[in-house]
């Protein structure tokens, strides 16, 4: 069996990112970003981490970002975490963190 992925495989794979947020998010904005996990920092920053299923959803989550009007620090792709359920494309709603 080859290791090389067909582009369909390659192309239907989500990619996760992490967006970092200068301030924290209150409690009521879990459901506005289902499907990320959400982490409050000591710092005061808040990141968002998760699959994204390509860079028109990346687009909305970043407009979500902006109508809520705090500083956006960083975009970053990354490696799925222990955090993400695997193979259903959202995190598991018990890691939201606050």
């Known amino acids: 069996m080859s290791d090389k992925q067909t582009f369909d495989e390659?192309?239907?794979?989500?990619?996760?990112?992490?967006?970092r947020l200068k301030g924290h998010?209150?409690?009521q904005w879990a459901d506005w970003f289902e499907g990320l996990t959400i982490t409050l920092?000591?710092?005061g920053?808040?990141?968002?981490?998760?699959?994204?299923?390509?860079?028109a959803a990346l687009h909305g989550l970043l407009k979500k970002v902006r109508d809520l009007g705090l500083?956006?620090?960083?975009?970053?792709?990354?490696?799925?975490?222990?955090l993400t359920t695997l193979g259903t494309g959202q995190a598991d709603q018990?890691?939201?963190k606050f």
């Open 45 to 55: 920053d808040t990141i968002l981490t998760g699959p994204v299923i390509d860079q």
């Open 10 to 19: 390659k192309h239907n794979q989500h990619q996760y990112y992490e967006i």
């Open 25 to 27: 998010l209150d409690d």
């Open 41 to 43: 920092e000591e710092d």
């Open 71 to 82: 500083p956006l620090l960083s975009v970053s792709p990354v490696e799925p975490g222990p």
């Open 94 to 96: 018990s890691d939201v």
